[in-house]
């Protein structure tokens, strides 16, 4: 697993295994489970995946006495789908860092990121917990510095799969096939939003085995996709009009770009989280091969603090798998974000119009390289 040099010597990739950090991970009493902040369906699926087998692994040992030792937090806008989804599984949503700064763990597992842009407002925190730190993840780009033991696996279409994996190593099981279904929902919704519903160039055999494991253990898929998918508010259709209204094409139109503005945000009563999905819209365009939906933003709404006068526009990039295209976490990592050669993204201390111009003389640069 190779990834860029941070931190000294040390580069991004796989140092340990899973069946070490599941035997790390068995001693522990106080487990905090963390993702990136505006967590998607996969950071969402993994991480519940996780503190429920966590939980499992507790009282199969015999300790049905004792609290739930696994706990998963989470940061900025959730999706609005996320308490169905969650549950009764011990989780905290955290709106201020300040709500957590005495709190104490000893381990700590993040799961879907391994970079510090995506969790940089409780970097103070996890910098403290120092060696009790485990990363798994599935992105090509991240801080090898972020924790010292970290697996990563550049090969799975979602972090759901190794996280799978690694629930199946906690509760001792023979397959994924065997995981209790309450384990096995959240993971499988991890690796189907991941893959777009099993329609993205990140589909293999290896995905599609795992996603038949889980479901073999009673999950329904097709209420699952109603619960996530079809339950759409009105506020963000109205959003996702504005963007499409915003939309134009450039380099011959293999480029798409779309824009939406705080005041799109105000006007249709949308949120921060109701723009996921927006690229998907555009890439049906026969001749579009990137994607690029840019959003004006606020520090907070990433857990960082404001400063006035600031200007911050998120990036969502989304690339075709067919010849010739652009590998949009090259673009991506060039304004400090980062993610997967067909799906990436970053945050842009630039005002809107000229975030737009640098990205396209990012992707112009990229043409069939």
Request: charged content about 25%; aromatic content about 6%.
């Amino acid at each position: 697993m190779s990834g860029t040099k941070t931190g000294g010597s040390a580069k991004w990739g796989s140092d340990t295994d899973l069946a070490a950090i599941a035997e790390w991970l068995r001693t522990k009493n106080k487990i905090v489970v963390l993702t990136h902040v505006k967590p998607d369906g996969d950071a969402v699926g993994s991480s519940i995946g996780l503190v429920r087998a966590l939980n499992l692994g507790q009282k199969s040992a015999g300790a049905v006495s004792l609290p739930p030792r696994a706990r998963a937090w989470y940061f900025g806008p959730r999706p609005s789908w996320i308490k169905r989804v969650v549950g009764e599984t011990p989780s905290l949503s955290i709106e201020n860092v300040s709500e957590i700064e005495h709190e104490g763990a000893d381990a700590v597992v993040i799961v879907d990121t391994g970079s510090w842009a995506q969790i940089e407002m409780i970097k103070p925190w996890l910098k403290a917990h120092g060696s009790e730190v485990a990363v798994v993840d599935h992105h090509a780009q991240g801080d090898a510095d972020i924790a010292p033991k970290r697996f990563v696996d550049t090969t799975s279409a979602a972090a759901a799969q190794p996280v799978a994996e690694l629930c199946r190593l906690i509760l001792q099981r023979k397959s994924l096939a065997d995981l209790p279904k309450e384990v096995a929902e959240p993971l499988y919704l991890g690796i189907a939003t991941d893959t777009g519903w099993f329609k993205h160039s990140n589909v293999t055999p290896k995905v599609m085995h795992a996603a038949a494991d889980l479901l073999s253990t009673g999950v329904d898929h097709a209420a699952l996709y109603v619960n996530i998918e079809q339950r759409e508010r009105l506020p963000r259709l109205k959003l996702l009009g504005r963007a499409l209204d915003s939309l134009r094409l450039f380099d011959d139109n293999r480029v798409a770009v779309m824009t939406i503005t705080k005041q799109d945000f105000a006007e249709t009563g949308a949120q921060a989280s109701d723009s996921g999905g927006f690229a998907d819209h555009s890439q049906t365009l026969e001749t579009v091969m990137v994607t690029a939906v840019l959003t004006e933003a606020d520090a907070s709404e990433f857990g960082m603090e404001s400063k006035p006068g600031e200007k911050l526009t998120k990036v969502s990039l989304r690339s075709k798998s067919v010849a010739g295209s652009v590998d949009v976490n090259a673009v991506a990592k060039e304004f400090g974000g980062g993610g997967h050669v067909r799906a990436a993204g970053a945050k842009i201390a630039m005002g809107m119009e000229e975030t737009k111009a640098k990205l396209l003389e990012a992707i112009r640069k990229r043409w069939n390289t």
